[in-house]
């Protein structure tokens, strides 16, 4: 298991956070990012928000912002925790 995996399963057991692995380069397939999903952003926000410096707050939203996709149900690959 790779320490982003790890890392991965961390932030799911200690903080509850979905997280997955995305490849980020075509390139360099060992590049990857660490991915929190849209539906741990309340729990991500009341992790971190206390500790953002007053520039920052525009970046980080207080309301999650929804798409407009045709199935807003949580997708069947996401794990639950």
Do not use: A, H
């Not at 500790?51 to 707050?57: M, V």
């Not at 970046?59 to 069947?76: A, H, M, Y």
């Amino acid at each position: 298991m790779t320490d982003l995996q790890l890392l991965c399963e961390m932030l799911g057991r200690v903080f509850n956070l979905i997280c997955l692995l995305k490849g980020t380069s075509e390139v360099n397939p060992y590049t990857y990012e660490v991915y929190i999903t849209g539906y741990s952003y309340e729990t991500l926000r009341s992790l971190v928000f206390l500790y953002f410096i007053p520039s920052l707050y525009l970046k980080f939203p207080t309301v999650r912002s929804t798409t407009k996709r045709p199935n807003k149900q949580r997708p069947d690959n996401v794990p639950t925790t």
